[in-house]
């Protein structure tokens, strides 16, 4: 199974720790204090592990050039995401996506509504990266919210409850 995801992704997704990320040549005009700060936050995120995981970050070289508002879509230039429940095909996930100009970041747990959504995103946090919010700031909120996500609860009906969604139908 893990090949076939490691097939499906683009052939210029990169991933390993966060020591092992090129920040320098992925965001090429933050200054060395930025990116100091964005080590710092990353080490918080990489402190609070999940049980018998360990944090991958995944990046992606080839969407490094912002091409301008002109083309659709926000590719991620960086990405970290921690699976806290997964069972009977359930799920509940932490994300945090660090793209052209925001910085993103969610719980997403599995839908189960009449209409099968796939997936629910609770309580999303973004910081656009524009005039005096740099990468770094944007990064450290939006890091700060993974960080309190991954300590808190891990059952994916509370945050079901929290957003108002339905509960898991047995099946």
């Not at 944090?55 to 992606?60: A, D, I, S, Y």
């Not at 970290?80 to 994300?95: F, I, K």
């Not at 970041?105 to 995103?121: G, M, T």
Request: aromatic share 10%.
């Amino acid at each position: 199974m893990n090949q076939l995801i490691l097939m499906l992704k683009p052939m210029n997704t990169r991933s390993g720790t966060f020591d092992a990320v090129p920040l320098g040549a992925l965001f090429p005009d933050a200054s060395v204090a930025d990116l100091g700060r964005l080590r710092r936050s990353a080490d918080g995120i990489d402190g609070v592990q999940v049980p018998g995981k360990f944090q991958v970050w995944e990046w992606f070289p080839q969407h490094v050039t912002f091409p301008g508002r002109a083309v659709a879509g926000t590719p991620e230039i960086l990405l970290a995401e921690v699976s806290l429940y997964g069972a009977g095909g359930d799920w509940l996930e932490v994300s945090l996506d660090v793209e052209w100009t925001n910085v993103w970041s969610a719980i997403s747990l599995a839908c189960w509504c009449e209409v099968d959504h796939n997936a629910h995103y609770v309580d999303p946090v973004e910081r656009t990266i524009v005039g005096a919010t740099s990468l770094a700031d944007a990064f450290e909120t939006v890091a700060g919210r993974f960080i309190a996500w991954l300590a808190g609860p891990r059952d994916p009906e509370f945050w079901r409850a929290h957003a108002s969604l339905p509960p898991r139908k047995q099946r």
